[in-house]
Each structure stands twice: as C-alpha cells, then as structure tokens.
C-alpha cells in the first residue's frame, strides 16, 4: 500500500499520560500536514512541515503538544500531560509539489483521554 | 484567518436525485477550493478540486463551481447512488510557495449525504 499510514488507529490514554502518534507519509511527498478533527466538525490545522522543518503552527497547538519530522520522511505528534479535551481524531496528510496540490489523508489515530 | 461555512448539514436525497452542497469563504486570497468525503472510520479522501483561475469543473457526475465575487462554490452530485452517502468536506487554501502560507486546508463543517435507494 503507497498511500498514508498512521500508527496506533486508535489509542485510550488516562488524563495526565503523554501519548505519541506516527504519520509515514506518501515516499516521494516533501509536504506533511498534521489536522485534528473532533465528533461532528472539519478537520482543523495543527501543524505543516516541509522536509524537515517545521513552517506553521497553529494556535491550536499548545505547549503541550510537539511534533517532529527528523528525517523529513516520517513524522510524530507528541500530547504530553493529556487532557479530556484532546481527544480527537489526529489525521496526517501529505503533498508534493506546490502547496495547491491534492493533500493525500491517512486513515487517522482516534485518541479518547479518560 | 479563513472562515468557511458549509450547508446544509444534512441533506437527504433519493437514488437518482441531484444534491447540492453549498460554501462560502472569507479571505479574498484563497486560491484552491478541494472538496473531501470522508467514510467512516477512513480519512477524507479528495473528490475533486478547483482553482481561482477557473470557473467549473466536471469529472463525471461531480461538478464544483467557483464564484470568486461572492466568494463562495458548490458541490454537485448528479445521479446520486447509495455508495454516494457520506461526509462531504469543502475546504479553501492559500498556498503561495513564495508566501507565508504553505497550503494549509480550512474546511467547513462537513454536510451529511444520506441517499435512500
């Protein structure tokens, strides 16, 4: 399968536990989004790399969260000190190309915090 | 920031009907409007998009238009089918490769397609 993948799918954490997802992107895709999506509602922008550097982050994404993309393949998404506020679904999506191309989505890690 | 509005939220349409789903925007800047549906449990998977240079566009029974004007573009789904039910997302970007903005999506709210056989 060449498309995006997201490691755990789903993940039940205790309040106050730090929790770490993955997003592998499409090979060939330098663009690398990350977007939470809650019950109901579109998917909003947390943060975007290019390569591996991190260009934009959203004010959603407080101190308590940090991503990275060492390598400028895969990427994680760190929660530390979770809250019953953070769950969600954490998609990953990847682009190549110019920043107007087709962002291609994982299946997404849908967190529930107890 | 962008804004985008999507209605309906729901809308409920026969096998064979047409369905219309309807976005407005707010930052004049945005260049490209894609449109998502999203299964459940899956992630949105693109079903077509369009730029400001152009008006309309078809791919089969799928069609968007874009008034840049107004700013706002539609969804239309003709002959619908049952395998059409889902979540439909429209989102606006402004990418600029050259810009402060890297192509970031802000989606609306997301319209359910229930189409009865």
């Known amino acids: 399968d060449t498309g995006v993948s997201q490691d755990p799918r789903h993940k039940i954490t205790k309040r106050g536990q730090n929790v770490t997802f993955r997003c592998d992107p499409i090979s060939e895709h330098n663009r690398l989004y990350w977007y939470r999506q809650t019950l109901g509602q579109g998917p909003e922008f947390l943060t975007y790399f290019q390569n591996e550097a991190q260009l934009e982050k959203s004010r959603l994404l407080s101190d308590r969260f940090s991503a990275e993309r060492p390598k400028g393949s895969f990427s994680t998404l760190e929660i530390q000190r979770t809250e019953q506020g953070d769950s969600a679904m954490y998609l990953c999506?990847?682009?190549?190309?110019?920043?107007?191309?087709?962002?291609?989505f994982g299946p997404g890690t849908r967190l529930t915090v107890l | 920031g962008e804004n985008v509005e999507q209605h309906p939220s729901t809308l409920s349409v026969q096998e064979g009907d047409s369905a219309v789903i309807k976005c407005t925007y707010s930052?004049?800047?945005?260049?490209?409007f894609p449109w998502y549906k999203q299964e459940l449990g899956k992630g949105p998977q693109l079903i077509i998009d369009i730029r400001s240079n152009v008006g309309e566009k078809k791919d089969q029974r799928i069609a968007v238009t874009l008034n840049k004007t107004a700013k706002h573009f539609s969804l239309h789904i003709t002959e619908t089918q049952p395998e059409d039910s889902a979540v439909y997302f429209c989102?606006?970007?402004?990418?600029?490769?050259?810009?402060?903005?890297?192509?970031?999506?802000?989606f609306g709210q997301g319209t359910i397609l229930t189409v009865h056989p």
């Open positions: 930052d004049s800047a945005s260049n490209y």
């Open positions: 989102a606006a970007s402004s990418g600029n490769a050259g810009g402060t903005s890297y192509g970031k999506l802000t």
């Open positions: 999506a990847s682009s190549n190309r110019d920043p107007l191309s087709e962002q291609f």
